[in-house]
C-alpha cells in the first residue's frame, strides 16, 4: 500500500473551511484515497474515498490533485463537533471482498471557537 | 450500514487473566477485522478473521496470545491471554459496511485495562 504523509496537528477556526492535506507521491494507479476521522473514545468513522476525480458527500470533500500525488480533505464549515483526528489512508479496491486498512498517526484537528 | 455491538466497552483485569471481547453485527459480513489502539497511538491491525477459517494475524501478533473465534457471519470474539499492563489498549472489531467499496464500518471498542 502507499504511504501518506499528514501533519500531525492542525488548528481551525470554527464556521471557518478545514482543509486537511495529504501526501500519497507513491499511489498507484488502482488505489484509492479513503478518508476517517476518529473522534475521542469512539470508533473511527468513515467520510469519504474517491480514485481521481473530486468527490462530495453530506459531510466533505476531496479534492484530489491531477497527478494523484496529493490530496486534501474539506469540511467546509468546521464546527467544535469536528475535532479528531482524521486519517488519509490509501488502499487498492481488489474486488475481493473487504480489505485490511492499515492507518497512520492522522493529522489531529483541532476547531477553535 | 452496519451496526456493530461490542461488550465490554470497557473492563479493568489483573496482570494474567485473560479477557474475551465480544463483536456482534446487525447483518451477515465475510470479513471481520480487530484492531488495537494503545494510549495516544494509532490503530494497529491484529487480525482478519474469516467465516469458516483461521483468522489471518498481522506480523508481531500470534494466535496463543490473541486467539480468534468466528463461529458464524455476524459474531466474532477476540481473546486477550495472560495479560499484562502493555495490553492495555483499546480493541476495535471493524467490517465491510459497503460492499465493495472498502468502506470499514468500527465497532466503538473495548478499553481494556491491565493492573
Known amino acids: 500500500d502507499a504511504k501518506t504523509t499528514q501533519p500531525p496537528s492542525m488548528d481551525c477556526a470554527e464556521g471557518r473551511a478545514a482543509n486537511l492535506p495529504c501526501n500519497h507521491s507513491t499511489i498507484s494507479g488502482n488505489e484509492y484515497v479513503y478518508w476517517y476521522r476518529q473522534i475521542h473514545s469512539q470508533g473511527p468513522q468513515y467520510i469519504i474515498h474517491g480514485l481521481k476525480n473530486n468527490e462530495t458527500n453530506e459531510m466533505a470533500s476531496l479534492i484530489i490533485t491531477e497527478d494523484r500525488k496529493s490530496s486534501t480533505l474539506i469540511l467546509p464549515h468546521a464546527t467544535l463537533r469536528d475535532t479528531a483526528v482524521y486519517y488519509c489512508i490509501v488502499r487498492a479496491l481488489l474486488g475481493q471482498g473487504a480489505q485490511k486498512l492499515v492507518f497512520g498517526q492522522g493529522t489531529r484537528l483541532t476547531i477553535n471557537p | 450500514s452496519a451496526v456493530i455491538s461490542q461488550k465490554p466497552s470497557r473492563d479493568i483485569c489483573q496482570r494474567g487473566t485473560s479477557l474475551t471481547i465480544q463483536c456482534q453485527v446487525d447483518?451477515?459480513?465475510?470479513?471481520m477485522f480487530w484492531y488495537r489502539q494503545q494510549p495516544g497511538q494509532s490503530l494497529t491491525l491484529i487480525a482478519t478473521?474469516?467465516?469458516?477459517?483461521?483468522?489471518?494475524?498481522e506480523s508481531g501478533f500470534v494466535i496463543d496470545k490473541f486467539p480468534i473465534s468466528r463461529p458464524n457471519l455476524t459474531f466474532s470474539t477476540l481473546t486477550v491471554s495472560n495479560m499484562s499492563p502493555e495490553d492495555s489498549s483499546i480493541y476495535l472489531c471493524?467490517?465491510?459496511?459497503?460492499?465493495?467499496?472498502?468502506?470499514?464500518?468500527f465497532g466503538a471498542g473495548s478499553r481494556l485495562t491491565v493492573l
Open positions: 478473521a474469516n467465516q469458516g477459517s483461521e483468522a489471518t494475524y
Open positions: 471493524s467490517v465491510e459496511s459497503r460492499t465493495g467499496a472498502n468502506v470499514l464500518t
Open positions: 447483518s451477515q459480513v465475510t470479513m
